[in-house]
């Protein structure tokens, strides 16, 4: 036999093994590893987010702590949410990362505050969304669903806009001669986030003949008011989607709305800067008759002053003190504006009728009456404590005196961490008791307001040094007796601050003030 051959046949034995035996199985891959979860909602961390990413190609992610108040408040929503989404089979994933467990994802996603919400689409890390959605479990739904479907629904036929109008309070509808057009696509971008509304939209000349439409319009039905409102799209300039979005807001809102828990949230996202409050006790008849006063008077200021009832009889006490309203003194009228948080009240103490509220909303928006500033009477003892009580009324005549340096505490009641700092705030004021030109002082910020600033949070610290010119200073470091007296020491010069980590927890003597709306 050939040399050579021989050589090929003894490989190919060798290569084949021992006969009659199996050949071995090829490895198996080791399974895949799993991410857990917990109600529904992925846990992740910095190693499982990518194996998430390549898994669900719409993958909501939020970004928690677990001391933050408003995480713990979305907490069971967000599970509900993902309840939702899978008993539809909606292919769209929840998920959450413990934040100060995961500095790197912090850095990375730029997260900055508590809870924060981001949307990975097709794995992609980069460029994630950020969410902009309700905090509820259907609107959370909602607003994935319109991203991983349709985000309006295509109507071709008067059944199909009949159907939707009645499935929702408020239905906008979208004419478009052109479907695959710059505007049409403005208007499902837009649908994409008003997830408090349903949207549709059609091409079809016969429903544009039904609804009386000669050109591309935006309607909104509504089951309430006119109920009805057109919005036609420029022919020049197209569809501005600032300028629908403000007609979508102030055309979605009623003529005059009742506060209460359900709807001040509405009220307060309406942009609507100026609000019109009617006092009224609703148990009384002749204040029920009022109401249709108040409405006639409302349309012609729809989208530039917002009409609210305010029931004196139900549980709005923080509206009344709010205004410095009594529920004795119902009916009566104020009218506040969001943006200066300046409260006006009418002048004429007359019967409240159409022409007298519409006469009101025209002199306040011509300026023709001051605002009112809320104000407690001078104690008699107001300098008698060590920590001196100021009010409205003789905060300009202490802080702004020019031979004295004023450190000042504006506080809430309520605030817990205002009574936290008490003792330091009063072993201030008895440490520098001898000193005649330091004046440590106090005013509740909630009974009191100031014509020179508003104080938005508790507990706020302004020094007021000596000296002319009405100079402030805003103290923010830390709040013990020590740091206070050196940088009073120092002429009101603050202590270098620490370098502050991406996300950290909220100082335990810090609480944000109440926004400055109803």
């Not at 409260?343 to 009728?353: L, S, V």
């Not at 159409?354 to 928006?365: E, H, I, M, Q, Y």
């Not at 008791?433 to 440590?440: A, E, L, N, Q, T």
Request: charged fraction near 25%; aromatic fraction near 10%.
């Amino acid at each position: 036999m050939n040399r050579q051959l021989l050589t090929v046949l003894l490989l190919l034995l060798r290569a084949s093994g021992p006969q009659g035996q199996e050949p071995e199985a090829p490895l198996k891959e080791p399974p895949g590893e799993e991410v857990p979860k917990e109600d529904g909602v992925l846990v992740l961390s910095g190693h499982t987010l990518s194996l998430a990413l390549r898994e669900h190609p719409a993958l909501l992610v939020e970004f928690y702590a677990p001391w933050c108040g408003h995480c713990q408040a979305l907490a069971p929503e967000y599970s509900k949410a993902a309840a939702l989404l899978a008993a539809e089979s909606v292919p769209a994933a929840l998920a959450k990362v413990d934040g100060p467990a995961e500095p790197g994802l912090l850095e990375e996603f730029r997260v900055t505050e508590y809870p924060t919400l981001k949307f990975f689409r097709d794995g992609n890390r980069t460029h994630p969304e950020d969410y902009t959605g309700p905090r509820e479990a259907e609107g959370i739904a909602e607003w994935l669903r319109r991203r991983v479907g349709p985000s309006a629904t295509h109507l071709t036929d008067e059944a199909g806009v009949q159907a939707l109008v009645s499935t929702r309070d408020i239905v906008v509808i979208g004419f478009f001669q052109d479907l695959q057009g710059k505007d049409a696509a403005a208007f499902l971008a837009l649908a994409r986030d008003a997830v408090d509304m349903a949207f549709g939209l059609t091409d079809q000349p016969r429903l544009f003949r039904k609804f009386d439409l000669t050109r591309d319009t935006v309607v909104l039905f509504k089951k309430f008011d006119e109920g009805r409102a057109d919005f036609p799209v420029d022919e020049g300039t197209g569809l501005d989607l600032g300028d629908l979005s403000r007609f979508l807001v102030t055309h979605s809102m009623h003529l005059v709305t009742e506060f209460s828990h359900q709807t001040s949230p509405k009220i307060y996202a309406a942009r609507i800067l100026n609000h019109l409050l009617l006092f009224v006790n609703q148990t009384l008849a002749a204040h029920q008759e009022l109401l249709a006063s108040f409405r006639e008077a409302a349309p012609p200021f729809r989208g530039q002053v917002l009409f609210v009832v305010v029931d004196v009889a139900a549980n709005h006490s923080h509206v009344l003190h709010y205004f410095g309203v009594t529920a004795e003194e119902a009916p009566t009228l104020r009218l506040v504006n969001l943006d200066t948080t300046k409260k006006y009240a009418p002048e004429d103490t007359g019967p409240i009728t159409a022409a007298s509220v519409a006469g009101f909303c025209r002199a306040v928006l011509g300026g023709e009456i001051k605002p009112y500033l809320r104000g407690q009477e001078v104690p008699p003892d107001w300098d008698q404590r060590l920590v001196r009580t100021l009010v409205a009324k003789n905060f300009e005549q202490v802080a702004f005196d020019e031979t004295k340096n004023v450190f000042v505490k504006f506080y809430a009641p309520w605030c817990s961490h205002c009574k936290e700092m008490a003792p330091a705030w009063e072993a201030l004021a008895e440490k520098y008791r001898d000193r005649k030109d330091i004046v440590i002082a106090e005013l509740d910020a909630t009974a009191n307001e100031l014509e020179a600033f508003a104080v938005h949070g508790f507990p706020t610290l302004k020094f007021f040094p000596a000296g002319p010119g009405r100079k402030v200073i805003e103290y923010k470091s830390a709040r013990d007796l020590e740091t206070f007296s050196k940088f009073l020491d120092s002429g009101g010069e603050l202590p270098a601050e620490e370098p502050v980590a991406p996300v950290p927890k909220p100082p335990a003597n810090s609480t944000p003030g109440p926004k400055e709306e109803l």
